[in-house]
């Protein structure tokens, strides 16, 4: 597979488009879902280019995965969540819409299934404050 | 949340019941989901004591997405699949059913669904049969 450099994730790593960012660091971006599967969810992605997991190197893949353990921790915290699931999707057929690599990070509550992936736009203010409750929960984790 | 020594993958590390294995190292184990959601749903799990996400260390955590990046290629390879996704469970509000920290590595084929998770057995001779196969794509990539 080649890396489309002009994916949205790739435009959000450059400052070209904006996001609703709640974590970054030297190797790794965390924002929020704008179409998210349920109250919360976050996707985490890698600074490098790799369309997806076959593509990154072990160093930066275990980075990515530790910012993913921290984001989680405090999505669980921050929205009181009774569970998380995360999701990482490689290839059209397995569900993926945008060519960088992300891992979705969802939070779960009893009783409530995840809404269908991609489809419904979240209001930008309802992400925002979403992503202030987690920035705060990463503020007393970190 | 409490470490349950008597979980399923506990026994299976400890070599207390039988398992499907594709790969292992000295970290980590790779085996055959015995209900698998795709032909060719393998599961990862680190070798040591945790329950989820959560409890496990970040170098641990490290080498187990490396392996699962192992398989995932394999996967690929070795059912000729469309795609991989990953899930990972926490909690039981997120599907989690065993409560031994892995990582579902399930081969995704153009236009067909996934099936329920935890619900049907498959047969043990097709999935002796997939972990041989798997084993051949992992002896030809490492």
Same mark, same amino acid.
């Given at each position: ?17 904006? @996001? ?10 965390? !924002? ?16 490098? @280019? ?10 930066? !893949? ?7 353990? !921290?984001?989680?921790?405090? @999505? ?9 699931? !995360? ?8 569900? =993926? ?20 992936? @991609? ?16 920035? =705060? ?6």
């Amino acid at each position: 597979m080649n890396y489309d450099a002009n994916n949205i994730f790739a435009k959000i790593l450059r400052g070209e488009i904006p @996001a609703c960012k709640v974590y970054e660091d030297q190797h790794t971006l965390a !924002l929020m879902d704008v179409t998210p599967q349920s109250d919360g969810h976050v996707l985490v992605i890698p600074k490098v @280019a790799a369309s997806n997991l076959f593509e990154i190197a072990a160093d930066a !893949l275990g980075r990515l995965i530790v910012t993913t353990q !921290l984001i989680s921790r405090a @999505a669980k915290t921050a929205f009181n969540a009774d569970g998380i699931t !995360l999701m990482q999707f490689n290839g059209a057929a397995a569900g =993926q819409t945008v060519f960088h690599l992300h891992f979705h990070v969802i939070p779960r509550y009893q009783g409530k299934e995840l809404r269908v992936h @991609a489809r419904e736009m979240a209001d930008i203010k309802i992400l925002t404050a979403q992503a202030e409750k987690l920035k =705060q929960a990463l503020s007393n984790s970190i």
